[in-house]
C-alpha cells in the first residue's frame, strides 16, 4: 500500500476569498489558519477523509479571517495552538485588538463575535514548527509570521494572489503600514517554488519570480 509521505491541502474560505490549510505529513496533520467562523466541520472532516489527525494548528495571525474557527477546531481536536509572541494576547483576549482606523465598521463589529483561545506555544522568529521554520514579518500585524520549508511558503496576508499575480499585504487591514511593508521586501529575498497565500489561488511554480515581478512596494 501507498503511504503519504507530505502533502498540502488547500479549504477555501468563500466569503473572503481566503484560505486555510493542512498540512499532512504521514498520519499527523497541522492546519494552517483555520479560517472566519463555521469552517471547523469542513476542516476537520478534511483532515478525517485523509485519515490523517490534526495535532498543530498554526496561526499565521490574529486576524478573524484566519482564526475565526480556532476555538471549536481547539475543542474537537485537542490540538495545540501556535501564534507568535506579539499576537497571542489578542488571541488570549489579554489586550484589545490592535485595528488600524482604515478598517471599515463591518468588519470591526465582526470582532465583537472573536472566541478567544490561549495558545499551547509561543513562536518566535527562526524558530521550528512542523517541519517549517518560522519568520516574524511584523507590520500587518505586530506578531504576524510565515512558515518557510525551502520551497513552499505559507505567508500569510503578506503575500496574497490576485488573477495571476502576486500583491503585498493589503494597506486597509495592516497595523503598520511602512513596517508591513519592510517585511514584505524581505521576503521578497527568500526562494520559494509555491506560495500558500492567506487569500487567493496558490502559486505552485516559480512563485518567489512571479512575487518579485508583480509586488510593487
Ligand atoms: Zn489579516
Redesign the pocket.
Known amino acids: 500500500m501507498a503511504e503519504r509521505v507530505y502533502a498540502i491541502y488547500r479549504i477555501p474560505i468563500k466569503e473572503v476569498s481566503g484560505n486555510a490549510y493542512l498540512v499532512v505529513r504521514g498520519k499527523e496533520a497541522a492546519v494552517v489558519d483555520t479560517g472566519l467562523p463555521g469552517y471547523s466541520d469542513q476542516i476537520l472532516k478534511s483532515a478525517d477523509s485523509l485519515d490523517a489527525k490534526v495535532s498543530h494548528i498554526i496561526l499565521t495571525?490574529y486576524?478573524i479571517?484566519?482564526t475565526g474557527s480556532l476555538k471549536d477546531l481547539k475543542e474537537k481536536t485537542g490540538a495545540k495552538v501556535f501564534i507568535h509572541e506579539k499576537d497571542a494576547p489578542y488571541l488570549s483576549g489579554k489586550e484589545k485588538f490592535p485595528l488600524p482606523s482604515t478598517v471599515p465598521q463591518e468588519v470591526i463589529k465582526l470582532y465583537s463575535t472573536y472566541r478567544h483561545v490561549e495558545p499551547d506555544a509561543i513562536l518566535k522568529d527562526d524558530d521550528r514548527v512542523f517541519g517549517f521554520r518560522v519568520i516574524h514579518v511584523p507590520g500587518?500585524?505586530p506578531g504576524?509570521i510565515v512558515l518557510y520549508d525551502g520551497r513552499a511558503l505559507f505567508a500569510?496576508?503578506n503575500m496574497n494572489s490576485r488573477e495571476g499575480k502576486i500583491e503585498g499585504?493589503?494597506a486597509m487591514?495592516d497595523w503598520d503600514r511602512e513596517l508591513a511593508k519592510k517585511s514584505v521586501k524581505k521576503l521578497l529575498d527568500l526562494d520559494f517554488e509555491m506560495l500558500m497565500p492567506?487569500h487567493g489561488e496558490p502559486v505552485l511554480e516559480k512563485a518567489s519570480e512571479l512575487a518579485r515581478n508583480s509586488i510593487r512596494l
Do not use: I, L, V
Open positions: 495571525h486576524h479571517d484566519h500587518h500585524t504576524s500569510g496576508d499585504s493589503p487591514f492567506g
